[in-house]
């Protein structure tokens, strides 16, 4: 009985073996088949490269050294005046000045208009190391680089770039004015109204939570010129800060980034000559679209250095604090706190820094400017959190500058698209592809 039983089992085993030596040979012969008609030169006339790619975190030379230098500067010339500036809620105009000086206020604006001619990747490295000194100091340049000059480089006339570019690249702050009392997120709700005159245009409203104005010589001003087209009646309008009807008013007490400052723009009576138009009439709201979406990069920027500077000033600090005989920082529950946060923000950094790297090599990148400044903020809200509960009593006092971190950080989950419009624009573009 066992010699029989055993005899069957040796047969199937033969007949298995035997089925899938035919499959393979059916599978190869389709495969040759399929290759046959492919065109030779489509598959061995080639030169496949073997080099792979640099890792998106991989920085070249240059990079590098433009990383190295922005660190330097921050915590040489910035970091003695965080505090101050804080306190004070007052933007230090030798820092501004030598914004400009060391040429982060241009970075990609064209040499020929006495910018630095560098890549918008560029921007956002330094956006990055200013906000791991401070965020405040940070976000001017963000806005100047990413909002401001961004508009001025792709929808301005030659006229126009020869007339603005070089006093943005060397001394003149800007300020973006789009949102409203009453158009936040619904930015094209807009009551600022713009009626033409001629060869003018009368422009009246009032402009709220606007960055940059307290120091700002240059406004870019969205209002509507045709309310009954809606969003397609908005347009841009530039305009310098002695213009008449023109009124920087009521500084906000914020939260955070207090050195920054964010006011209301009145416009009464405010006449512009056609020529001040920026872009197209009607296409406002294209340069705000298009704009923000960079932008969101920048403020991500801004959120990842946030992060990164509270956990670089956490970390000595609780390698050296002891506890029951041992720093704090060899328990195993502040191991996964620390440890954890590090691949947070090393998360945030390579979905930022893709995102950088698509739009400087012209790739759609929406979506992904989108998570990465959903995600950094979120990063940063909490690595802040977290490493004030890691210093424990120090971590609530002023004394390390971590609670300004904390501080700091909620702005990124509101300004330029609020979380909530982040993930919106995520998912409408995932409808899209699977559509």
Known sequence: YHYINNRVRVGLLILRCFLLAKKMALLMGMARSVLGRVPRAAV??????????????????????????????????????????????????????????????????PAEYEGGNMKFFDAILTIEELARVDPSVSVVV????????????????????????????TNTLGSFCLSEWGSGSDAFAMKTRAVQDGDHFVINGTKA??????????????????????????TAFVMDRDTPGLEVGKKEDKLGIRASSTCEVNLTDVRVHKDQLIGEYGKGYQIAIGTLNEGRIGIAA??????????????????????????IADFQAMRHQYARLAVEIHAARCVIYNAARLKDAGQPFVSEAAMAKLYASEVAEKTASLCVNMLGGVGFTRELGVEK??????????YEGTSNVQLDTIAKNIQKEYK
């Open 405 to 414: 971190y904390f501080r700091d950080c909620k702005i990124g989950q509101i």
């Open 44 to 109: 061995v006339g080639r030169t496949y490269s073997t080099t792979p790619a640099p890792a998106v975190t991989m920085l070249s030379e240059s990079e590098t050294m433009l990383k190295d230098t922005v660190r330097a500067f921050a915590e040489k010339s910035i970091g003695p005046l965080v505090a101050s500036m804080d306190e004070t809620q007052t933007l230090d105009r030798g820092i501004l000045q030598e914004c400009f000086d060391q040429g982060l206020m241009g970075m990609e604006i």
């Open 302 to 327: 801004q959120m990842l250095g946030l992060a990164q500077g509270a956990f670089d000033k956490t970390m000595p600090y609780i390698n050296q604090r002891q506890q029951f005989g041992s720093p």
């Open 209 to 234: 939570w606007i960055t940059n104005s307290g120091e700002a010589e240059l406004f870019l001003v969205f209002a509507n010129a045709d309310p009954e087209k809606g969003y397609k009646g908005i």
């Open 142 to 169: 963000d806005v100047q680089n990413t909002l401001i000059n961004n508009a001025f480089i792709r929808y301005t006339t030659e006229e126009q770039r020869q007339r603005y570019l070089p006093r943005l690249a």
